[in-house]
């Protein structure tokens, strides 16, 4: 049990351990009805059980109600928090066996305006980009950009913030460029 490093307590880590074993199976049976789905609901319990570990000063008599009830609201949360994830992602994924390359830009495309903004976006600065596309496109939050991309959770932020006023001032120009275009005709 890797879980059982995170304590350095003796006591904490055979209250832990008692807490496992005792409620395991209860905590397994709450992340199903949350995700309906064996192995989801594995991963859900081993978040509870490392949140638990982390709080486990909070963790009371381990045979009361309140305990019982503390680590079945941690096990739906972690649940909750994967379902979650997992229907982000789903709605992010394209099966390209449905949609035909020549249907893409019919699909994804609705005006001029909207391919500019693409076209913005392909031609920000890659460190802007990056980010940018993993915050708003990949929903990932800043700390977990921060870990993939090897920088500082307070560099990501900037980026994010330098990124939205390069294409605020792109959209004004092309904005521009189109009223100028639309007098011209």
Known sequence: MILLTITDDPKDRTKFCILYE???YLLHKVAMEVLHDRYLA??????????????????????SRQTKSYLIVIAKNAAIDISRK????????????????EKLPAVCMESDLE?????????LPEKYRDVFLLKYSAEM???EIAKVCGIKEATVRQRIARGKVLIENEIRNLEASRHETDRGD
């Not at 594995?42 to 045979?63: M, T």
């Not at 229907?87 to 035909?100: L, P, S, T, V, Y």
């Not at 391919?115 to 031609?123: P, R, T």
């Open 86 to 101: 997992r229907k982000r992602q789903m709605k992010r994924e394209i099966n390209a066996d449905e949609i035909g390359e």
């Open 22 to 24: 005792k409620y395991r």
């Open 42 to 63: 594995e991963d859900a319990v081993q978040s509870a059980f490392i949140k638990i570990a982390d709080n486990i000063a909070k963790v009371g008599e381990i045979d």
């Open 115 to 123: 391919n500019g903004v693409l076209d913005i976006l392909k031609n």
């Open 141 to 143: 939050e800043n700390s």
